[in-house]
């Protein structure tokens, strides 16, 4: 274990002949060893990154946050048209049916209703496009506001002022008998 | 006694091992300052005992983690654990940043060290990403929204952003998948990086002896016949013969481990670790802050803005973990000693003015959790309604008032000192400033009363 001021891998002459059998030996060894070593890692490694390269999200030259919601693709109701203001928003939750990997519950949802009128509503996401911080309906500014980084977006989910680099995210609504659905997030927003 | 361990020797023949390891000469001039690797490499075997400890009775289910947590600072010596396990994290990332800073001002990363300094700087990144894993597990409002925050950085990759926070979260959302996955890599693909890196370290440590404290002048003038190895030999036998052997320096490393643990346990005891409420993603009014190891790089993303700013992000952080890893092969001149190295001081003295300024005014901005400025006495009714309308409104995220709130925008501590009611009035409703938002979804009587309050601060 002393260090001796040898230099590394310094070792004892051999006779040539043995000395080219050892290096066919350690050869086969290294191609033998890592062909086992392949066949378990391949399986371990394309398991363990299987939620990468199965991602959904597009591969975009400039990415963008992905909101941490969980997802359902059923149509929920955030309740009547006429019980939201227009223009107003307003934060609501309500219970989705969604899938958590193994896990099928019922979990509440937050969301940012905002009626336009008696047939049409939007309804966001409440995490910020900058890096998924909770937004907050800020009545007096007449905007959303993230807490992290200063970021705010308008009623229409359009970027006031701060580093968000796109929209809000907006769930797929529908207005159906006075009663306004969500449907699914965007694919990867 | 004696008769005992000579029985064991004859059948492990590991003494003369141990007493060559022990008397191996080193340089002399190895003082306190190289505790700082011996310091880290001890938080690090407290961390693994503590975790192993902890695994005993966590679970990492959404279901269940924040339970477990609870439980284990229920059962006897559980809080105790967990605080230890919690604040020698810290500990150990300020004693690597210091050792790493160490090696750097010594420039003990110049031949034949440069491997050392290249395993060194991914176990800085390992054990990053233990701090940042780890984080998440006691499934809190601090766990989940950091982890939010933390999994978009990384995601601010150019082209693979989809699929690395696929990676992270195990797909897009963030929920069980996430929180079993964290804890895998936290426990074992981590923990696996680490004792192998940490092993070919100390191997290299061993191997190629301490680095000798640098010199103006080397103590044996290199021979221009020579080759480069056999020059650096003579000047290290130079520097071994006048040194002392390995156990003379021990000594101290015990001592700091001792101080160091003292510490841990203080903090781990007075303080504990911290548990907030369990996570919430539907919580509009949680204001997320990542504890202070991050708080620099979390400070530094007030200052990009635009479509541009992922890719920026992205950039500054990649480019910087390179440089970090390859500055032996970036700063390849032969001096050693700080004063004849003058460009690569002034480049650590302005990375540690950065690390530690950003740290600073991530600390001292907005805190975690819901932020509100508190009332003072003698203040009227209509300051006071003034005051609700401000703390509602969420001024607190950009403003600070006697300490509370953030910093992007101006301080109101005296905001009646420093400005007129009008101007007041007018930046409130219509700002001249871009990054704030204009306020004029305000009463009158709304905005009366924050007026009221503001110039009430002098």
């Known amino acids: 274990m002393a260090v001796t001021g040898e230099p590394l891998g310094s070792e004892p002459v051999i006779a040539t002949e043995a000395m080219s059998r050892r290096r066919f030996v350690v050869r086969a060894l290294a191609v033998v060893g890592g062909l086992i070593a392949a066949v378990v890692a391949i399986p371990v490694a394309a398991f363990g990154t299987a939620p990468g390269w199965q991602s959904k999200v597009p591969a975009r030259v400039i990415s963008t946050s992905v909101v941490p919601t969980l997802r359902s693709n059923e149509w929920t109701s955030v309740g009547k048209v006429a019980d939201y203001e227009v223009g107003i928003p307003t934060y609501v939750v309500v219970e989705r049916d969604v899938v958590d990997g193994w896990v099928q519950e019922s979990a509440p949802i937050g969301v940012h209703v905002v009626r336009q009128d008696d047939a049409r509503a939007i309804v966001f996401d409440p995490h910020c496009t900058h890096l998924g911080c909770p937004l907050a309906w800020s009545a007096g500014a007449g905007s959303f506001v993230c807490p992290c980084h200063g970021g705010s977006f308008d009623t229409a989910g359009q970027r006031v002022s701060g580093p968000p680099p796109r929209p809000m995210v907006q769930y797929e609504t529908k207005v159906t008998d006075g009663e306004i659905f969500i449907g699914a997030l965007p694919e990867g927003a | ?458």
């Open chain 2, 1 to 458: 006694m004696r008769r005992i361990g000579a029985w064991f020797d004859e059948r492990l023949g590991v003494y003369s091992v141990v007493t060559g390891f022990l008397d191996r000469r080193i340089p002399g001039n190895i003082g306190w300052f190289h505790t700082l690797g011996s310091a880290t490499l001890f938080l690090l075997v407290v961390q693994i005992v503590t975790g192993i400890a902890l695994s005993l009775s966590y679970v990492p289910s959404p279901d269940h983690a924040y339970e477990s947590i609870l439980y284990i600072d229920q059962t006897p010596f559980g809080a105790l654990v967990r605080g230890v396990h919690h604040w020698s994290a810290g500990l150990l990332v300020l004693c690597l940043g210091l050792h790493t800073l160490r090696v750097f001002i010594w420039g003990a990363y110049r031949y034949p060290r440069e491997l050392s300094w290249m395993i060194g700087a991914f176990l800085f990144l390992v054990v990053l990403g233990f701090a940042f894993t780890g984080y998440l597990l006691p499934w809190d409002q601090k766990a989940y929204w950091a982890t939010v925050v933390g999994t978009n950085i990384a995601g601010s990759a150019p082209i693979i952003g989809g699929a690395v926070i696929g990676l992270l979260r195990g797909g897009e959302q963030l929920g069980a998948v996430t929180l079993a996955r964290f804890y895998g890599i936290h426990v074992w693909v981590l923990p696996a990086a680490l004792l192998v890196l940490v092993g070919i370290h100390l191997f290299g440590v061993v191997r190629q002896g301490i680095a000798a404290s640098p010199r103006t002048k080397p103590l044996v003038e290199p021979d221009p016949e020579l080759d480069r190895r056999e020059n650096y030999e003579r000047e290290h036998e130079a520097e071994k013969a006048i040194g002392k052997p390995f156990w003379a320096a021990i000594f101290k490393d015990v001592v700091v481990a001792a101080v160091v643990l003292a510490i841990v346990f203080a903090l781990a005891l007075v303080v504990g670790a911290t548990l907030e409420a369990p996570a919430n993603p539907n919580s509009t009014d949680y204001v997320p802050r990542p504890e202070w190891y991050f708080l620099d790089m979390f400070q530094l993303l007030w200052y990009f803005t635009g479509e541009q700013e992922p890719l920026l992000i992205f950039l500054i952080f990649t480019i910087g973990a390179a440089v970090f890893v390859l500055v032996p092969f970036l700063d390849r001149g032969r001096a050693r000693h700080p004063r004849q190295r003058p460009i690569a001081m002034a480049l650590v003295s302005v990375t540690v003015v950065a690390v530690v300024g950003l740290t600073y005014l991530g600390a001292t901005g907005t805190p975690a959790g819901v932020v509100t400025v508190p009332p003072t006495e003698g203040m009227t009714d209509q300051e006071l309604r003034g005051l609700t309308v401000y703390n509602e409104q969420g001024c607190t995220a950009c403003h600070q008032i006697h300490g509370v709130g953030g910093h992007t925008g101006p301080d109101l501590s005296r905001a009646g000192f420093r400005w007129e009611e009008a101007d007041i009035r007018r930046q409130i409703v219509t700002p001249k400033n871009e990054k704030m938002p204009a306020y004029d979804g305000l009463s009158q009587e709304q905005l009366d009363d924050l007026v009221t309050f503001l110039i009430s601060l002098k």
